[in-house]
């Protein structure tokens, strides 16, 4: 079905203005964090005197170096974890066809129906249970856990995609489950493997409620975290307070812009497969 000229234009404006109207946060913020510290900015002009050391004053007072660590700490403790345990149990549950793998794939799905709000209490308490609050540990093991729902599904339904004859080759040829699963299914698998990596980086970087509840340490939590902490004493400060903010964001937009095309993929072949 071609598309005429006229739908094309309207379809490109409809996508301008949408663009537009998200983009317009991020404008409101540079141009506040740009104002001379102590102003209310009003409006949506270029300062006359752009303060650009607001940045560094922000990078300072948020302490967002130790930050940068403490969230590279976490993700690395939570995204390779949560792509191998999903990895392994998608396969199982598509390919390997274990006993009763129907009904723990439909236990996994209420995972994805349970509000995430209503876990903070009960993680509060057993956290509190093994001595792990205010650690980082407080973090990645809950985070786990709850991405588990999803990251299976995703797998899963990966595995299901590729054709049955493959794994029929692969066991004609004397290759085992493991072998077909290494030799096989998983050089495959990389497309949804990355795509998956980058859903779990951006929830885990930009994971703020269980941040605050778990860890009192500003420093131990992840930036989206600090967030709070840094309000709470530069909330009068509009000013370093919006620098800040763009500082706390600016990993995650640079991660979208430099994966865009993959991330993108990730939401697509995440819709269309299965």
């Known amino acids: 079905m071609r598309v005429s000229w006229s739908e094309r234009i309207v379809g490109r404006a409809v996508l301008l203005v949408f663009m537009a109207f998200t983009a317009m946060p991020f404008v409101s913020l540079l141009l506040t964090a740009l104002q001379p510290r102590g102003r209310i900015p009003t409006g949506l002009a270029w300062p006359t005197d752009p303060q650009w050391g607001n940045f560094v004053a922000a990078f300072e007072a948020a302490q967002l170096g130790a930050l940068l660590v403490s969230s590279g700490l976490i993700v690395l403790g939570v995204v390779p974890a949560s792509l191998a345990i999903a ?26 129906t349970i509000p995430f709000e209503s876990l903070v209490i009960p993680l509060y308490y057993q956290m509190e249970a ?5 650690t980082r540990w407080a973090l990645i093991l809950p985070l786990i856990g709850v991405f588990m729902p999803f990251g299976v599904y995703w797998m899963r339904t990966h595995f299901l995609s590729v054709p049955k004859e493959l794994s029929e080759a692969a066991r004609i040829d004397g290759a085992g489950p493991w072998q077909s699963f290494l030799r096989v299914h998983l050089p495959l ?26 860890i009192d340490d500003p420093t131990k939590r992840t930036m989206a975290g600090a967030l709070g902490a840094f309000q709470g004493r530069y909330g009068t400060d509009v000013v370093l307070l919006s620098a800040g903010a763009l500082l706390i964001m600016a990993p995650t937009i640079a991660l979208y812009l430099a994966f865009q095309r993959s991330f993108v993929n990730a939401l697509l072949a995440g819709s269309v497969k299965g």
Request: charged share 5%.
């Open 87 to 112: 990895t392994l149990a998608g396969y199982g549950l598509a390919v390997l066809n274990v006993r009763g793998g129907r009904w723990l794939f439909l236990f996994l799905l209420l995972g994805l």
């Open 130 to 134: 093994l001595g792990l609050l205010n």
């Open 189 to 214: 698998a990389v497309p949804s493997l990355s795509s998956l990596a980058i859903l779990l980086f951006l929830w885990t970087w930009n994971q703020f409620l269980l941040a605050i509840v778990l």
